[in-house]
């Protein structure tokens, strides 16, 4: 795990902050941003979106990177997150759930990298984590595991 920031970290993040603004969370009132960084450079943003049936609702995550293969782009560096009370600071980390850790895993290998941060009222980053893939879903079950 690693904390401090690059430029394009902080970029990323920033991004995940405005695609947060986008987010459907009726329900839960909890709205997530994520920023997927391509390996082509390009920014991915997505939110979560829920629905009237609880289940059918996606996490910001796999909003985001089901966006990019749409795109055509199945190859990432990085991904940043951040979440918390709807109308509120991401004051807390929000770290990737169980499904879209293996959602993920589908495209990006082990050195892929999931930013995390805390803000505050102003929006401005407080605390960050940056983590890789092995560290949130070591010993995972990948795609070559079929091949
Ligand atoms: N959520 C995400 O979008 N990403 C996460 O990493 C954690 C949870 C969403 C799902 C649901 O809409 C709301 O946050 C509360 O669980």
């Given at each position: 795990m690693k904390n401090t920031l690059t430029k394009e970290y902080k970029e990323l993040l920033r991004a995940s902050l405005e695609a947060r603004m986008h987010s459907y969370a009726p329900y839960s009132h909890f709205a997530v941003g994520a920023a997927l960084l391509c390996e082509d450079g390009t920014v991915i943003k997505g939110c979560n979106v829920e629905n009237a049936s609880y289940p059918v609702?996606?996490?910001?995550?796999?909003?985001?990177?089901?966006?990019?293969?749409?795109?055509g782009r199945t190859k990432f560096k990085a991904i940043a997150i951040t979440g918390g009370p709807a109308g509120k600071a991401a004051a807390d980390f929000c770290a990737p759930c169980g499904m879209c850790r293996q959602f993920m895993r589908e495209f990006c290998g082990k050195d892929f990298e999931i930013v995390l941060a805390k803000c505050n009222e102003a929006g401005e980053i407080t605390e960050a984590r940056i983590h890789t893939m092995e560290e949130i879903l070591p010993d995972s079950f990948g795609p070559e595991n079929l091949s």
């Open positions: 609702g996606i996490c910001a995550e796999r909003n985001a990177m089901s966006h990019a293969v749409f795109e």
